[in-house]
């Protein structure tokens, strides 16, 4: 993965200990919560895509590190909320 330059300095300030946490108790089992309910998958969808479409999602999942059919997910709940034009 490839970070920017303030990228880089956030990644090694982390790693020189110079960050804490401040989150307030219990935030983190509703934030687990809240990814645990946004990210249920109880449905499946079957869709026909070319083979050129499915390469190049493929070819992009790897970069990014995650299986396509997650990163089809990802790009259709980002765009299903709004995030993604």
Do not use: C
């Amino acid at each position: 993965m490839k970070l920017d330059a303030s990228e880089k300095a956030i990644l090694e300030s982390v790693e020189r200990g110079e960050w804490r946490s401040i989150a307030k108790p219990g935030a983190r089992d509703r934030y687990s919560r809240y990814a645990a309910a946004t990210f249920r998958k109880d449905r499946r969808v079957n869709i026909r895509i070319s083979s050129k479409d499915l390469d190049a999602i493929q070819k992009r999942a790897l970069e990014e590190g995650l299986p396509y059919q997650t990163l089809i997910s990802s790009l259709l709940h980002k765009y299903a909320s709004g995030r993604l034009r």
